[in-house]
């Protein structure tokens, strides 16, 4: 490129002139009397000899490419894939439950109504969490598994945060038959906290492996041997909420009416859908609920990030 002799006092005054104070290059060209073209090849030239040097500063922790292709690859609104030291259930749990936390902020803002599920990772969210900047938070679905991992958990712990107005539901995720559900559904405590589905504006959500088998709903009392076998053999993988779901993403709604949990229309209906989830035995369960739809975005690891994008 024939620009002439231009030293770098000139190259670093043009340089300055358009990063620094925001000049345009049409305005450069004005003050020096040079042509806005010549002006943009001395910007090119600034570069090329190191005069200008670009530093992009990502979140540390966080693998920026990763997080760049996995959003990409499955259309979502936010993709984070959060680095670990190595590649185990139990480490992704606890890395990505305290990093979603660092994450409220950013996702949740004063007018927002939060909606949580159950979960290990959210539990380890729940007690990082100092504070909220919405007011009131949703339990999405009844308790899943043992008490110390539900959703009434995480609500219980949020609770006890200053000013937020808790949405609780006081039951299981699964009764043994609709009639039952029904009739839970109609208690004053439960149904005003389900009235509240469709209010909320921001919904974080673990997700459950059948295949392999990492799952609270799958552990429920109320699914029977039965239950699971049918469900298995309708090719069901994963669970958000309680919507099950195929390797190809189809819901399969054989328990809708057992179930005291957001419906699949409703959880599409939510502004933002976060999903928090990883390690190795949730990678097919996380790629099921993306085929799905159901998530805008996603808070894995960089060791599941890579399966992902490889499958």
């Known amino acids: 490129m024939d620009i002439g ?8 005054h043009a340089a300055r002139e358009h990063y620094v104070q925001g000049k345009s290059r049409v305005k450069i060209a004005e003050e020096t009397g040079l042509s806005r073209f010549k002006v943009g090849r001395m910007l090119e030239e600034a570069v090329a000899r190191g005069i200008i040097r670009f530093e992009i500063v990502s979140t540390p922790g966080v693998d920026l ?25 139990a480490e992704a749990q606890m890395s990505l439950g305290t990093f979603a936390a660092d994450l409220i902020d950013d996702l ?26 919405c007011r009131a938070v949703v339990q999405l679905a009844g308790v899943a598994g043992p008490i110390q991992e539900s959703g009434l958990e995480v609500i219980r712990r949020l609770a006890n945060l ?9 039951a299981s995720m699964v009764m043994s038959d609709a009639q039952t559900a029904r009739g839970v559904l109609r ?12 209010e909320v504006t921001v919904a974080l959500c673990a997700i459950g492996s059948w295949a392999p088998p990492n799952s609270l709903m799958m552990v429920n009392p109320a699914i029977t041997d039965e239950d699971r076998a049918r469900l298995l053999r309708q090719g069901v993988v994963a669970e958000i909420a309680a919507t099950a779901l195929t390797d190809k993403g189809q819901a399969i709604h054989d328990l809708d009416d057992r179930c005291i949990s957001i419906r699949e229309d409703q959880l599409r209906a939510i502004r933002s859908r976060i999903g928090v989830a990883g390690g190795p035995s949730k990678t097919r369960a996380i790629r099921a609920v993306l085929a799905s739809g159901l998530l805008t975005g996603i808070v894995t690891d960089a060791f599941t990030a890579d399966r992902l994008l490889a499958g």
């Open 5 to 12: 002799p231009l030293s770098n006092v000139q190259l670093a």
């Open 65 to 89: 490419d990763l997080s760049m292709q996995l959003k990409q690859r499955y259309g979502l609104q936010h993709a984070i894939a959060v680095e670990l030291p190595v590649d185990t259930d």
């Open 108 to 133: 949740v803002g004063p007018e927002d109504i939060l909606g949580l599920t159950s979960g290990r990772t959210l539990n380890v969210m729940a007690r990082q969490v100092s504070s909220l900047p």
């Open 187 to 198: 208690q004053p405590g439960i149904r005003s906290a389900v009235e509240m589905f469709d």
């Open 162 to 170: 200053p000013d937020v107005q808790p949405w609780p539901i006081y």
